[in-house]
C-alpha cells in the first residue's frame, strides 16, 4: 500500500486532492494528513473520511522539524504532496514574516526531512519515491493585458510579500533537485475554485456575501484578470504528474478561464438568480446594487494567464470543468453546507474581515 504524507490536507485544495484520492484509489493507498490547523485549515472538511482506517491526521506544524522527522521515521513514506502554505496576498502585506516562515522555512524542512528519510549512503534514493511541490502561478508576476501567458520558462517576477515567499520555496526544491538530484517535481497553478474554499477567497466570499445581502468588495476597477480552474481539476493533474511527470521538471496547471474580477462577479450573481427559488427570500438580497468599488489592493498584478501546454502534451492532462458548470457546481455545495460557511466565517474571520474591506470601503 502506497502511502501519501499531504502538508496542508485540511486546507481548501488540500482536503479536495484527499477526497479525490479516496475516490480514485480506495483502499489502494494510505493517506497522513500533516495540518497545523490555523485560520483556514478545517478538519470539518474531511468529516466524511476521518474514520477510515487507511487515513490518518497529525496536528503538526511543517516547521517543526523534530515533528516532521517522527513522522517520516514512523511511516514508510512513498509520496510527499506539499500543499501547506500562508497563500493570502492581503495577509501576505499586513504580516509578511509569518509567510516566510511557513512557505520557506517549512518548505526547507520538509525538504531536508523528506531527504534524509529517502536518501542511500551512495547518494541515490530508496526506489520510487517523489516529493510534489505545489505552488502558484503569481511567483511570475504580472502579463499585460492585451496577450501572453505564463510558461514554465517565464522568469520569476514577484510582487507581492506572498508571490515572493512561494517563489522562495520554488527555488529551494529546484536547488534540492539540482544539487542533490532530489526525487520532485514543481506545480505552478492558477486560482482555483470550488467546495471547501475558506471565504476569504473571492469567489466563495462573493456567494455568502451576495446571500447575506452584504457588500460585495471589488479592488479598484474590477478589471484584473486571473486564470480559474476548478479544484478537481487540480487535484487530478497532481496526482497525474506524480505518476507520470518527469523528475526535475516544473508544471504548469492552468484553467483555460480567464476572466476579469468584476465579471466573475456578475456570473456569480446571474448565477444564483437562475438557482434561488422564486419564494426564496435570498434571490431579492443577491443583487448588483451590492458591488461595491474599495481601494485597490498594494502591488496589484494586473492579469494571470497559465499556458497548460506542456502537461498536456507530456501527460495529458487538460482542465475538464468550464468556468459557468464549475460555479453551479460550487454554488450547489455551498447551499448544501451552510453550516460549514457558518462555523468558517465566524469569530476570528469577522474581526479579519472588518480590517480588510470594511475601513477601504469607508
Not at 59 to 71: G, M, N, P
Not at 122 to 151: A, I, M, N, Q, R
Not at 322 to 332: C, D, L, N, Q, V
Request: aromatic share 12%.
Amino acid at each position: 500500500m502506497r502511502t501519501y504524507l499531504v502538508t496542508g490536507g485540511a486546507g481548501f485544495i488540500g482536503s479536495n486532492y484527499i477526497h479525490y484520492m479516496f475516490r480514485k484509489y480506495g483502499d489502494e493507498i494510505k493517506i497522513i494528513n500533516v495540518d497545523a490547523l490555523t485560520y483556514a485549515g478545517n478538519l470539518e472538511n474531511l468529516k466524511s473520511i476521518e474514520g477510515k482506517q487507511n487515513y490518518s491526521f497529525i496536528k503538526a506544524d511543517i516547521c517543526d522539524k523534530e515533528a516532521i522527522r517522527e513522522i517520516f521515521a514512523k511511516n514508510d513514506i512513498d509520496r510527499v504532496v506539499h500543499f501547506a502554505a500562508e497563500s493570502h496576498v492581503d495577509r501576505s502585506i499586513k504580516n509578511p514574516e509569518v509567510f516566510v516562515r511557513t512557505n520557506v522555512l517549512g518548505t526547507a524542512v520538509m525538504l531536508n526531512c523528506a531527504k534524509e528519510a529517502w536518501e542511500l549512503p551512495d547518494g541515490t534514493y530508496k526506489e520510487d519515491k517523489k516529493f510534489l511541490h505545489v505552488s502558484t502561478d503569481e511567483v511570475y508576476g504580472s502579463l499585460e493585458e492585451d496577450g501572453g501567458y505564463f510558461y514554465e520558462t517565464t522568469p520569476y517576477a514577484p510582487h507581492s510579500p506572498y508571490s515572493a515567499s512561494k517563489a522562495s520555496s520554488d527555488m529551494l526544491v529546484r536547488s534540492y533537485m539540482d544539487t542533490y538530484h532530489f526525487p520532485a517535481n514543481i506545480t505552478n497553478c492558477s486560482n482555483n475554485y470550488g467546495p471547501y474554499q475558506f471565504p476569504e477567497k473571492f469567489i466563495p466570499l462573493v456567494i455568502n456575501n451576495a446571500l447575506q445581502g452584504k457588500k460585495l468588495p471589488v479592488y479598484g476597477d474590477g478589471k484584473n484578470v486571473r486564470d480559474w480552474l476548478y479544484v478537481e481539476d487540480h487535484a487530478k493533474a497532481i496526482d497525474m504528474v506524480q505518476e507520470k511527470g518527469r523528475l526535475f521538471e516544473t508544471y504548469n496547471i492552468g484553467g483555460h478561464n480567464e476572466k476579469q474580477n468584476i465579471e466573475i462577479l456578475h456570473i456569480i450573481l446571474d448565477t444564483l438568480q437562475e438557482m434561488l427559488a422564486d419564494d426564496d427570500p435570498r434571490k431579492k438580497l443577491a443583487t448588483e446594487e451590492l458591488i461595491t468599488y474599495v481601494e485597490d489592493r498594494k502591488g496589484h498584478d494586473r492579469r494571470y494567464a497559465i499556458a497548460p501546454d506542456k502537461i498536456k502534451a507530456e501527460i495529458g492532462w487538460e482542465p475538464e470543468t468550464m468556468f459557468k458548470e464549475g460555479i453551479r457546481r460550487t454554488i450547489k455545495w455551498y447551499f448544501e453546507n451552510e453550516e460549514w460557511m457558518k462555523n468558517a466565517t465566524s469569530g476570528d474571520y469577522q474581526k479579519y474581515y472588518a480590517e480588510m474591506y470594511n475601513a477601504k470601503s469607508e
